[in-house]
């Protein structure tokens, strides 16, 4: 299917920013684990379509360039650049500490916390450490801040794995969440139905405090949208083909030599997977490993994109019809980042790498915000 990409109404290519602060009514988020903030942004995009302005009392990341990006982006957020257990620090159940004590005073009448807390122990992508790891226990900081700011709502993302780990991190959490008055719901969804060039899915986690919102039937309206077919890769990168820029993040990857032939091979062959006498040795007989060298479809989504979108050896990288992989642009526009949301105060290119593959489509929670922000804002009683 061939679509256009040059319309003014392709939401990708939109370059002005919405005031996502103005509304005359505010919805009041804590984003933890908050990254460049792509939760941050799908949520200020449903305010906005319900005529709500966004309120970040606060937002919490460790990595300086991730929090400057979100900064850039939020500039009105109250954002810190620190660990989440400078701020929830307690055990579950007990009172608060001193720091708790601190961040509830500056965190009241939160209609929606959002977080996504590293997944890389729970992904399957990870070979090594794979649902053991002690990050793994960051998910469960989630209840915790819940526990202590009572939000209307809390929304916890991370990978469908999360659901195998070994000390059973939403097992924990949903059950905490439940005996403080939370009904909790869990799902999969898949972000392509969502209108994302991408096949990636995501684990939701969604409660709602008194059962004010019925969760189960707000993640089952999201995951049962059909696929947005309209959203392959021509939709969501075609215009960026000419686009060869010193800058970072228009910046075309290097390849090795080995690499470029490889991917001089899959255009003169018009293949889209390497042949096993193409790969490196110890890649040969390992079919596990078939997306890597691959070549990226125009008329299909992209795989789940990591932060090695960069490189072939990745992952099935290559872009559709040049022999290089993804530039940090498309790789951001591919996880549904409108041209917007600037990423120019990472001047390194694996800084963008790390902050965009580490990043939740915010097609996701607007999806599930969209839902929800009647029935928030309909209680007034936290609405500044
Ligand atoms: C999966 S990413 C979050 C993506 C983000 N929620 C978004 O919507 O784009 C996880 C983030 O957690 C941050 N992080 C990991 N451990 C942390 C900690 N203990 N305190 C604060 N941030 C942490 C990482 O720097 C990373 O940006």
Same mark, same amino acid.
């Not at 684990?33 to 903030?37: D, E, N, R, S």
């Given at each position: 299917m061939t679509v256009s990409t040059t319309t003014a109404q392709h939401p990708l290519l939109v370059r002005d920013r919405p005031n996502f602060e103005a509304g005359a009514q505010h919805l009041r988020v804590v984003d933890l @684990?908050?990254?460049?903030?792509g939760l941050t942004l799908g949520v200020a995009q449903a305010a906005h379509g319900h005529g709500a302005g966004l309120d970040v009392v606060l937002a919490v990341d460790f990595v300086d360039a991730a929090v400057d990006v979100y900064r850039d982006n939020f500039p009105s957020a109250n954002v810190r650049c620190a660990s989440v257990e400078d701020f929830f620090d307690g055990e579950l159940g007990e009172l608060p500490t001193p720091s708790e004590q601190r961040t509830r005073s500056l965190c009241h009448d939160i209609h929606l916390l959002v977080g996504g807390p590293p997944c890389q122990g729970h992904s399957d992508l990870n070979n090594h450490t794979r649902r053991d790891d002690p990050k793994n226990a960051l998910y469960v900081r989630m209840a915790r801040a819940a526990e202590l700011l009572r939000p209307d709502v809390v929304l916890i993302e991370n990978v469908p794995?999360?659901?195998?780990d070994r000390k059973d991190a939403v097992g924990v959490t949903t059950k905490h969440l439940q005996q403080l008055g939370y009904s909790v719901a869990s799902d999969v969804i898949g972000v392509h139905a969502l209108g994302v060039a991408q096949t990636r899915k995501r684990h939701i986690l969604l409660a709602s405090r008194d059962g004010v919102l019925d969760v189960d039937a707000v993640l089952n309206d999201v995951g049962s949208k059909y696929l947005d077919l309209r959203c392959n890769l021509r939709w969501a990168i075609?215009?960026?083909?000419?686009?060869?820029?010193?800058k970072p993040y228009d910046q075309v990857p290097r390849a090795s030599s080995a690499n470029r032939e490889r991917m001089e091979w899959l255009l003169r062959n018009n293949e889209y997977d390497l042949p096993n006498s193409l790969r490196p040795e110890c890649h040969?007989?390992?079919? *596990? +490993?078939? *997306?890597?060298y691959g070549r990226l479809s125009w008329d299909a989504p992209a795989q789940t994109l990591t932060s090695g979108f960069g490189s072939i050896g990745q992952g099935r990288y290559m872009h559709p019809e040049l022999p290089r992989a993804l530039t940090a642009h498309e790789a951001a526009r591919i996880q549904g980042?409108?041209? +917007? @949301?600037?990423?120019? *105060?990472?001047?390194l290119r694996a800084q963008l790498a790390d902050i965009i593959g580490n990043a939740v489509p915010p097609a996701l929670s607007s999806a599930i915000a969209s839902r929800l922000i009647p029935g928030l804002l309909a209680d007034t009683s936290a609405v500044a």
């Open positions: @684990f908050a990254g460049c903030g794995a999360v659901r195998r075609g215009d960026l083909v000419n686009v060869d820029n010193p040969q007989n390992d079919h *596990s +490993y078939k *997306s890597m980042f409108p041209d +917007y @949301f600037t990423f120019a *105060s990472a001047k």
